[in-house]
């Protein structure tokens, strides 16, 4: 998650701690600071998302696929991305995307019992995936 979207959540979280300190008084005020402070740590660990690609498998947050199943990585530039989540999506494909993150990678799937025609995962090392994948399917 990047320090600016953590900055407004944290606002936010903030505002609320301000209200209610001026409408109840500084022990609840305390209180939810401290609760809120938690609650963006809870957020922050929540919302990262996993991406390993060993010998046997992709796993993406908590979905996963044996790399035999795979058949084709591609990198896509932030246009791509926007295009494919959006006006050229598949309503079959899975979707490991986080706003927040422009570039991508399209894993192209080659399993007759599935019909997931491929996976879009957003990642700040797009390359580095690719790269990744590449040497394992190929």
Same mark, same amino acid.
């Given at each position: 998650?990047? #320090?600016?979207?953590?900055?407004? #959540?944290?606002?936010?979280?903030? /505002?609320?701690? *301000?209200? +209610?300190? @001026? &409408?109840?008084? $500084?022990?609840? &005020?305390?209180? /939810?600071?401290?609760?809120?402070?938690?609650?963006?740590?809870? +957020? +922050?660990?929540?919302?990262?998302?996993? #991406?390993?690609?060993?010998?046997? =498998?992709?796993?993406?947050?908590? @979905?996963? #696929? $044996?790399?035999?199943?795979?058949?084709? @990585?591609?990198?896509?530039? /932030?246009? =791509?991305?926007?295009? *494919?989540?959006?006006?050229?999506?598949?309503?079959?494909?899975?979707? &490991?995307?986080?706003?927040?993150?422009?570039?991508?990678?399209?894993? !192209?799937?080659?399993?007759?019992? $599935?019909?997931?025609?491929?996976?879009?995962?957003?990642?700040?090392?797009? $390359? &580095?995936? !690719?790269?990744? *994948?590449?040497?394992?399917? +190929?």
């Amino acid at each position: 998650m990047p #320090i600016w979207l953590i900055v407004v #959540i944290y606002f936010f979280f903030l /505002s609320l701690v *301000l209200s +209610i300190w @001026a &409408a109840i008084g $500084d022990t609840p &005020a305390l209180i /939810s600071f401290v609760v809120s402070t938690l609650m963006l740590a809870l +957020i +922050i660990i929540k919302s990262a998302m996993v #991406i390993e690609v060993d010998q046997g =498998e992709l796993r993406v947050g908590r @979905a996963h #696929i $044996d790399l035999k199943f795979l058949k084709a @990585a591609q990198a896509l530039s /932030s246009i =791509e991305v926007r295009n *494919l989540r959006t006006r050229d999506a598949d309503p079959a494909a899975f979707l &490991a995307i986080r706003f927040w993150s422009s570039t991508g990678v399209r894993v !192209t799937l080659q399993d007759d019992r $599935d019909t997931t025609p491929y996976w879009l995962i957003t990642s700040n090392h797009a $390359d &580095a995936l !690719t790269s990744a *994948l590449h040497s394992i399917i +190929i």
